[in-house]
């Protein structure tokens, strides 16, 4: 059955055998270990997965490509069909840990990576491939204009080391911009004390609503008080004149707890 790849979907497919080793190393498997895989495409990395673990979990939306996944008649391979956005995966993954293995739609990759924050008790290691400005950006730092609410986000919770930097060849067809791999390592402990997550999220999310405003008018037009705002601003010790993305993670963490009061 041939295959027609579709633009709606994101599909750029992974074959170049040099990057597919520098994944699997990444992955650090064992025989032991349980995979899941998003958009596994037309399964060349999961042949190489199935070739380290005894099984391997992968999430599709594409219904020619379930059909193609289908007629391997691999009963280590289980097929989770429909929208990795939508799909139940508490209800699906049902015995954890996994290691997380995927080229990932470029067109949804942030929000994979919202799902996986908040999923993230699932995995004891991901190795994820966005495209490059997406991932310089949650590698990014205090200061730069590439640094937002995944970098925090993804900060707080990970350590994150680059794999590979992968060219449009690699793919097929060729996506127009590089790539980047990057494995993700869960942290024991929070980088820095989150307070209550929800709360964190919220202020996080808040700071960089409108980035060339101040942090005190972005706070503002996310629906903070604005005495609430220069109560916490003077509380955690932090210019309400700067700029969302120039906040630490520890600062994030100050800002939190003074203005939620604990």
Known sequence: ????????????????????????????????????EIGPGLG?????LLEK????????????????LHQRYDDRLMIHEGDVL???????????PYTLV???????????????????????????????????RLMAQPGS?????????????????????????A????????????????LAQPRVDPVDETLFKKMVKGAFTQRRKTLRNSLLA???????IDDALSLAAIDPGCRGETLSLQQFSALTRAFFGD
């Open 86 to 96: 939508k799909l139940p995966w508490f209800d699906l993954l049902t015995d954890p």
């Open 1 to 36: 059955m041939s295959y027609q790849t579709k633009k709606r979907f994101g599909q750029h497919f992974l074959h170049d055998p040099a990057v597919i080793d520098k994944i699997i190393a990444a992955a650090r498997l064992d025989p032991q270990q349980r995979v899941v």
């Open 222 to 228: 996310s629906g903070f008080q604005p005495a609430a």
């Open 171 to 186: 793919f097929n067809p060729p996506p127009k911009v590089d790539s980047l791999v990057l494995s993700f390592l869960p």
């Open 145 to 169: 204009k590439d640094y937002g609410i995944l970098s925090v986000l993804c900060q707080l919770w990970y350590d994150i080391d680059k794999v590979a930097l992968v060219k449009p060849g």
């Open 53 to 68: 673990v005894p099984q391997v979990a992968v999430m599709e939306i594409d219904r020619d490509l379930i059909a193609l």
């Open 44 to 48: 060349v990395l999961t042949d190489r």
């Open 102 to 136: 995927a080229n990932l739609p470029y067109n949804i990759s942030s929000q994979i990576l919202f799902k996986l924050l908040d999923h993230r008790s699932l995995f004891t290691r991901l190795v994820l491939m966005f495209q490059r400005e997406v991932g310089e």
